[in-house]
T-cell receptor, first 112, second 112 residues
Framework: DVKVTQSSRYLVKRTGEKVFLECVQD?????MFWYRQDPGLGLRLIYF???????EKGDIPEGYSVSREKKERFSLILESASTNQTSMYLC???????????FGSGTRLTVV | GNSVTQMEGPVTLSEEAFLTINCTYT??????LFWYVQYPGEGLQLLLK?????DKGSNKGFEATYRKETTSFHLEKGSVQVSDSAVYFC???????????FGTGTRLTIIP
């Protein structure tokens, strides 16, 4: 069964901490994506990557960075967590040229 | 640019009622259209999709028809069950662009 795995379902971090959210896919997909989901706002794209070491900003990249050192792993980094980054974070992947995603189960991050 | 507008929720129905969740879109070219479902505490799962005009996607009793003339992709089900309670997202993918554009989501609650 193909999978996108997010390392944590729930995280609680303090303001100012550096936070790493990890995502791993086992489908050899070229493209990986990070979204955040907030009530009334739907899914908003933070960053995406179309190849190892390649990345592009999405619609709301401020306060975030990403790392893709291996094809299967895409990390989202909150350099200095703030309370307005409390949200559900969703990772997704797809093959080059594909339409539609496979999603992970999500990480619910609370910054206190 | 691309955009998706879907029916605001929440929507509450009784079991066995008929369901419609409206979705309209704006896009250049010939997009693919998707409905994703998110059950409580989980990530998004693909429910159905359609890749060209007049295509009908269907799964688990849900249907949606790609209507180019009205730029719509409304989700329907003839008889809903309590287990259909979830958040439903309409999404659009353009040709040559692997990123999806999502609507804001519609929360559906089915009461016995």
């Amino acid at each position: 069964d193909v999978k996108v795995t997010q390392s944590s379902r729930y995280l609680v971090k303090r303001t100012g901490e550096k936070v790493f959210l990890e995502c791993v896919q086992d489908m050899d997909h070229e493209n990986m994506f990070w979204y955040r989901q907030d009530p009334g706002l739907g899914l908003r794209l933070i960053y995406f990557s179309y190849d190892v070491k390649m990345k592009e900003k999405g619609d709301i990249p401020e306060g975030y960075s990403v790392s893709r050192e291996k094809k299967e792993r895409f990390s989202l980094i909150l350099e200095s967590a703030s309370t307005n980054q409390t949200s559900m974070y969703l990772c997704a992947s797809n093959r080059e040229g594909a339409r539609g995603y496979t999603f992970g189960s999500g990480t619910r991050l609370t910054v206190v | 640019g691309n955009s998706v507008t879907q029916m605001e929720g929440p929507v509450t129905l009784s079991e066995e009622a008929f369901l419609t969740i409206n979705c309209t879109y704006t896009a250049t070219g010939y997009p693919s259209l998707f409905w994703y479902v998110q059950y409580p505490g989980e990530g998004l799962q693909l429910l159905l999709k359609a890749t060209k005009a007049d295509d009908k996607g269907s799964n688990k009793g849900f249907e949606a028809t790609y209507r180019k003339e009205t730029t719509s992709f409304h989700l329907e089900k003839g008889s809903v069950q309590v287990s259909d309670s979830a958040v439903y997202f309409c999404a659009l993918g353009s040709f040559g662009n692997e990123k999806l554009t999502f609507g804001t989501g519609t929360r559906l609650t089915i009461i016995p």
